[in-house]
């Protein structure tokens, strides 16, 4: 099973960039999927997850309003757009399957882990 994340970079403050996260070795379809991120030296938190069909949501306070999540099942493919990117969302993303179908809203409901992606934000 692996969860690949992709489309980190270095933009400058005010940009936008895309994360897509592929799974293969097994389907997440009936699994609800999050977005985390670590900074250096600080802990892995919850930046945003989506429910199994897409009807549910959920964003950390800290991303409200400049983040959108979204998946393609038929793809086994989640997404994750950020805009009005900030230095302080200066992270490696990583991308998650929960246990059950609703959105993840935490470390603790997760099953499976990615590799994440960098992603840097210069001012």
């Known amino acids: 099973v692996q969860l690949q994340a992709s489309g980190g970079g270095s933009v400058q403050a005010g940009g936008s960039l895309r994360l897509s996260c592929a799974a293969s070795?097994?389907?997440?379809?009936?699994?609800?999927m999050g977005w985390f991120r670590q900074a250096p030296g600080k802990e892995r938190v919850i930046v945003a997850s989506?429910?199994?069909?897409?009807?549910?949501?959920y964003f950390a306070d800290s991303v409200k309003g400049r983040v959108t999540i979204s998946r393609d099942n038929g793809k086994n493919t989640v997404y994750l757009g950020l805009d009005s990117l900030k230095p302080e969302d200066t992270a490696v993303y990583y991308c998650a399957a929960g246990r059950g179908g609703r959105a993840p809203t935490g470390a603790g409901l997760i099953n499976y882990w990615g590799k994440g992606t960098q992603v840097t934000v210069s001012s």
């Open positions: 070795g097994r389907t997440f379809w009936n699994n609800g």
């Open positions: 989506i429910s199994w069909n897409g009807g549910n949501t």
